[in-house]
């Protein structure tokens, strides 16, 4: 017998039944709740948590969209992670500088080893389409602080260094 918890959507006001280790992606899925464009992230007991965040004990969750401040946020820093990839992609030793807000956006400073051109522009978009169509899974990973100053250290990334 499976064993399972109880998560009270406050979307909807409802109660259901999932099942111990189920992420918010298959909670979502079992409310039946109106998001034309899905959520970007849920509250979790109030406390903001992507959709792959797995359920082990009952809790109250509300399912954010772009509307939310905190899923605007949560998807803007997706697109910094989908950016920086792209870019370290095509150019290996480039640095990506994601600096202040900027009007509507941010101020990022793209350091490629040569001036930045429009024929870069296009090839960074076109991989950030590819990675985003390839549905490229973003993982967290926890280390220890010496491990992640070692990294980081290695890659020429002082600034994190300090940090």
Known sequence: ??????I??????????VAIG?????????FNIDMPFGPICARVNNKVEGMHFRVYHSKDVEFLDM?????SRNYTRTLFFVLCKAVHDIYS???VIIDIPVSNGYYVN???????????????????QKIINEHMPVTRHEVPSEQAIKMFR????EAKVKL
Do not use: P, W, Y
């Open 1 to 6: 017998m499976k064993q399972v918890i109880q």
């Open 8 to 17: 009270r959507c406050k979307n909807n006001k409802k109660t259901q039944n």
């Open 22 to 30: 189920s992420t918010l992606s298959d909670v979502f899925s079992q």
């Open 67 to 71: 509307h939310s401040a905190s899923a």
């Open 93 to 95: 030793k480039s640095h």
């Open 110 to 128: 793209l350091q490629l080893g040569h001036s930045v051109g429009l024929e870069d522009v296009d090839n960074i978009r076109k991989r950030m």
């Open 154 to 157: 290695d890659r020429g990334d």
